[in-house]
Every structure is written in structure tokens, then in C-alpha cells.
């Protein structure tokens, strides 16, 4: 049977022609902005008749729009940071598939070599952080680039592409978008590109990306803080006036420069007649009235990414019970956003590995299983509350080898020199 093999080159190279990266939306401040995210939020979930022309058309449109919203708010960016660090800090591990025990040899001898794969990747970890580019945009792309290795068919790097260099068609396959018209693209061969989908739906190849739902937030502390900088300019610091003499020739003059020597130096002269001084402007409303705003709406951002507020920046108001609260919530999140990421990874990317190098049979019974470490360390105070609870209080006698052995010492040699004691040995009945 004559092996399949993978695509080696490269179909979609650093794009050059500033053609394709047009700022098709224009300014935050433009109307039609606002028009284009509400025909993405409103159609692509039902895409009318022309579906490839839709996402042709608008997809662009609303990624370059997640692209300014996570460079221009702060808080946006950091919040969806801290949700993809949170994931990848965890660490990643490659196990064999559950297969009877006749093929238990074969897939660990798969799953060792697809370990060996991605470990010897120059920055695997940073290729999951761009595949988890999803969570923001709704999807992640990135194009493989295979190498053949002696007689094995290795990974030899992951090259992350903008959501603009691709579309969709009709049925919601991928394609490679094309310079060459309007709505032209040209298909993609299998098992050249990772498409990675947050919360997919299916009706909707384009994920749901957290981007569109932050929008009101973020347009209404933009306005807030543009609102903000005009009352501080205002009343910030007080108006300076100057008084001349009426009906004096050529006073004028000198008071208007006068009050621009003021604004630019820290002392001025004043010819005789003049006065400067320093007028506080009243006003009705405190700047207080800005900054909670603010924070109301960096509040709603938090709790839209982390799923609570006090775990995306300070926390003014809350228990440390809601905080735990709030915690556990946000791991639920990334724990989901981690069964997503590995089944992209086993059902793409291994799978496709399996394929090349062992077969149709083996891809469809014995690719590796591709999981993020999702166990808690435990609560080592907890449990020595614990232990000595049971010990002091209910007088249970708790086998000394079990003790070191939780805890991760070992047991001190005869004669060897301790610190501290724990305490009276008892023989267990």
C-alpha cells in the first residue's frame, strides 16, 4: 500500500503585499466600525445564501478589529493573558491511546515517538499560545511544516497566521485566502493547517470570540476616558486671568503674553498695571464619577475572560471566601479551554502524525492521547492541620513510613543527625 505523505512546502510565507493587510474598517471612531461587528455578531451565526462572500467580506474586517481592541485596552489584553498563561503553565503530556493489550506496544511506541516530536520543537509552548489566540478571535490557525527524518515524517516547526489569510466556503472548510480577485481562494490540502475553534457551533466555523462581546465595554471606557481627559484638562489646575486697565494702549498685548509666559514657564514678569492671578473653576460633577466607570467597565471585562473580578486585577470589594469562589471559576474556564485545545491537538496534529508515519489503521485506533495537567497540589497545610488533628485530638496512631512517604522526606538513618522530633513512636495495634 503505498504510504500517504504530507505537504512540504510552504502555502502561506510571511505576506508582503500590504494589499491583503488593508485597513478595510478604518478608525474606532468610524460609524461603519460598528456596522461591520454588528453583521459579523448578527450573521455568522447564520450566514446568508453566499456564505464564502460573507466571510470574505466581513472576517477581515472584524479581526483587525480584535487585533486594535487587544493593543488599545489594557486591560482586555492583560486579562486575556493571564487566561492563557494560567492554561500553559500547567504543563502538557502526551499518553498512549486505550487500545486492547494486543496493541498496547504499538501505541506506546506511537506515543513516545509523538512525545519526542513535540519536545524537540524549537517553542511548542509558544505554538499553543498563538493556537490559543481562539479564546479572543474566535479561531487560530497555524500552517505545519513537515520534514522527513531518516524514514519518519517529523514536525519541524508551527508557523502561527493572522485569521485575515484565510476564509472559509459554503460548508465551512478552510481556504487559503488569494490576491489574485475579489472572493478568490484556493483550497487546502490535509494536514497542512491546525484550525483551532473556541466554542465552536454547528452552524458557525468561526468560533465565538470573546473580542466581540468585550466590544461595549471597551467603547464605552473609551469614550468614558476621552470624557475623562477633557475634565481633568479643565479642572485640573486653575484658570489663570489676567486685569489691565481698560482703554490702556497696548495692555492687551502684554496680558495675552503675559498668561502664555505663564503656561510655559514657572515664573513671569508683569508690567505695571497688570495682575495675574489664579481663578478655581467650580464644578458640579467629581472626578470619581469617571474612574468608577472605568472600573465598572474593566469589571465587566474581568468577569467576561476570568469569569470574576477578583481574579482579574484588585480587588476593591469581597471575601476571601468569594475570592476562592471566584478562583474556582476561573479554573473551570481554563480547564475547558484545555480540553478544547488538546482534542485540536490529538484530532489534527497527532493524528495526522500517526498517519503519515504508521498508517490509516493506526491514526484511526491509536493516536495518542494529548492532555494538559489538570491535578491541584495539594493543600500541604491542610493536611498537616489534619494529620495532627488526628493525632492530638482523636489519638490515632498514624504509621511513621506512610507519614514521610506523603509528605516526601524519608525516613532519617540510625544515628543521623535530625532536626526536631517527631515525636513518640507508637506500635499500631
Not at 488593508?22 to 461587528?37: I, K, N, Q, Y
Not at 470574505?56 to 488599545?72: G, N, S, V
Not at 484550525?195 to 461595549?216: D, I, K, S, Y
Not at 489646575?237 to 489676567?242: D, E, I, L, R, S
Request: proline residues 5%; aromatic residues 12%; hydrophobic residues 40%.
Amino acid at each position: 500500500m503505498k504510504k500517504i505523505r504530507p505537504e512540504t512546502g510552504e502555502l502561506a510565507p510571511r505576506e508582503t503585499d500590504s494589499a491583503l493587510y488593508t485597513w478595510f474598517v478604518g478608525s474606532s471612531e468610524d460609524p461603519t466600525a460598528v456596522r461591520t461587528l454588528y453583521d459579523y455578531l448578527y450573521c455568522c451565526n447564520r450566514p446568508p445564501g453566499d456564505a464564502g462572500a460573507f466571510y470574505w467580506t466581513y472576517l477581515p474586517m472584524a479581526m483587525w478589529y480584535f487585533d486594535y481592541l487587544e493593543h488599545a485596552d489594557a486591560q482586555y489584553a492583560s486579562l486575556i493573558q493571564s487566561r492563557k498563561l494560567g492554561l500553559l503553565e500547567r504543563g502538557w503530556k502526551v499518553e498512549a491511546a486505550r487500545s486492547g493489550r494486543s496493541d498496547n506496544a504499538r501505541a506506546q511506541e506511537i506515543a513516545d515517538f509523538a512525545r519526542r516530536c513535540l519536545e524537540q520543537l524549537p517553542n511548542f509552548e509558544q505554538d499553543l499560545f498563538e493556537l490559543l489566540d481562539a479564546v479572543s478571535k474566535g479561531f487560530a490557525v497555524s500552517e505545519i511544516m513537515w520534514r522527513l527524518d531518516g524514514r519518519r515524517w517529523i514536525v519541524d516547526s508551527l508557523r502561527s497566521r493572522p485569521q485575515q489569510r484565510v476564509t472559509f466556503d459554503a460548508g465551512g472548510a478552510l481556504r487559503l485566502r488569494s490576491h489574485q480577485g475579489p472572493g478568490r481562494s484556493r483550497a487546502i490540502p490535509p494536514g497542512k493547517f491546525i484550525l483551532h475553534v473556541h466554542m465552536p457551533q454547528h452552524e458557525n466555523p468561526l468560533g465565538q470570540p470573546l473580542a466581540l462581546r468585550a466590544f461595549w465595554p471597551h467603547w464605552f471606557k473609551k469614550n468614558a476616558v476621552k470624557f475623562w481627559s477633557v475634565f481633568m484638562d479643565r479642572f485640573g489646575m486653575p484658570t489663570a486671568t489676567v486685569t489691565y486697565r481698560a482703554g490702556a494702549r497696548g495692555q492687551k498685548e502684554e496680558a495675552l503674553n503675559v498668561l502664555e509666559s505663564y503656561m510655559s514657564t514657572t515664573g513671569v514678569a508683569l508690567p505695571e498695571g497688570v495682575r495675574l492671578e489664579l481663578m478655581d473653576c467650580a464644578r458640579s460633577a467629581s472626578v470619581n464619577v469617571y474612574e468608577s466607570f472605568v472600573n465598572v467597565m474593566d469589571s465587566w471585562m474581568a468577569k467576561l475572560v476570568l469569569g470574576g473580578t477578583l481574579t482579574g486585577g484588585e480587588g476593591r470589594h469581597g471575601t476571601q471566601a468569594l475570592g476562592g469562589v471566584h478562583e474556582r471559576i476561573r479554573r473551570d474556564i481554563m480547564f475547558w479551554d484545555g480540553r478544547s485545545l488538546a482534542a485540536t491537538v490529538r484530532s489534527q496534529l497527532l493524528c495526522w502524525m500517526t498517519l503519515y508515519n504508521f498508517g490509516p489503521d493506526a491514526a484511526r485506533r491509536l493516536t495518542p492521547e494529548f492532555q494538559f495537567e489538570t491535578t491541584e497540589p495539594p493543600d500541604r497545610r491542610a493536611e498537616v492541620s489534619i494529620d495532627a488533628a488526628l493525632v492530638e485530638q482523636l489519638g490515632m496512631a498514624l504509621p511513621k513510613a506512610d507519614v514521610y512517604r506523603k509528605y516526601g522526606w524519608r525516613i532519617p538513618a540510625d544515628g543521623e543527625e535530625i532536626v526536631g522530633n517527631f515525636g513518640e513512636s507508637r506500635v499500631g495495634r
